[in-house]
Structure formats: C-alpha cells, structure tokens
C-alpha cells in the first residue's frame, strides 16, 4: 500500500471509528429495539433539511484542525444535555431528538474531516 495512503488511513481512524458506530448502532437498534432506532433515523432524515445543522457539522469536520474536540466535544455535549433531560430541566427535548443530532453532528462532520484528509491525497 502506498505510503501515503497508509497516513491518511492513519489520521482518519476516528472518522471511520465514528462512522462504524453510527451504522452499527443501526443495525444492532433495528435488532433490539426498532421504535427507537426507527425513530431516531426519522429525526435524524427531518434534521438533515434543516440546513443549517449540516453546515454546522459540515464547518466542525472541516475546519477545526483536532478532530478529537469536535467528536469527544459533541458526545459531551449529549451526554450533559441527556443528564439534564433526565433531571427535568429540559422538559422540551427528547433523548431521541437529541440522539438524532447527534447522529447527524457527527456524520457530516466526519465526511467533512474526511474530505480533508482526501483533498491531501497526491494520485
């Protein structure tokens, strides 16, 4: 394999790690418990028409140079807001809704970490 490529493969573990996660969660939540992951995809298909979280996720993924904050930030970020939720702080939002941002946060800005990677790339 080439050198090169070996680097970006290298670089860009987190971004296929993130990107595994998300498809395993859908297969293993359409085996165990399907009203939620059905729910979750739906939300997440709704947010992605809202453009302006893509652009979000999109500007995470390409232009933040640590990747690592933007992935260990967004999930922080859940978990905190799934804490308070559960406190009742957040009567107006879901865990489901919340999950499906998440989902889509971390999607776009992996692809867009990603491209970066690729734009290095020297045929």
Request: charge should be positive; proline fraction near 2%; avoid cysteine.
């Amino acid at each position: 394999m080439n050198d090169q490529l070996k680097a970006i493969l290298i670089k860009s573990k987190l971004n296929f790690a993130i990107l595994a996660a998300i498809l395993l969660f859908a297969v293993i939540g359409k085996l165990t418990y399907p009203e939620f992951t059905n729910t979750v995809f739906v939300t997440a298909d709704q947010l992605v028409s809202d453009l302006y979280i893509v652009f979000i996720a999109i500007t995470l993924g390409a232009f933040i140079p640590n990747f690592k904050l933007v992935a260990f930030g967004s999930i922080g970020a859940f978990i905190g807001l799934a804490i308070l939720i559960q406190l009742g702080i957040f009567t107006y939002l879901t865990i489901d809704y919340l999950f499906a941002v998440l989902i889509v946060i971390l999607g776009f800005a992996s692809i867009a970490n990603l491209y970066r990677y690729y734009r290095e790339f020297r045929f």
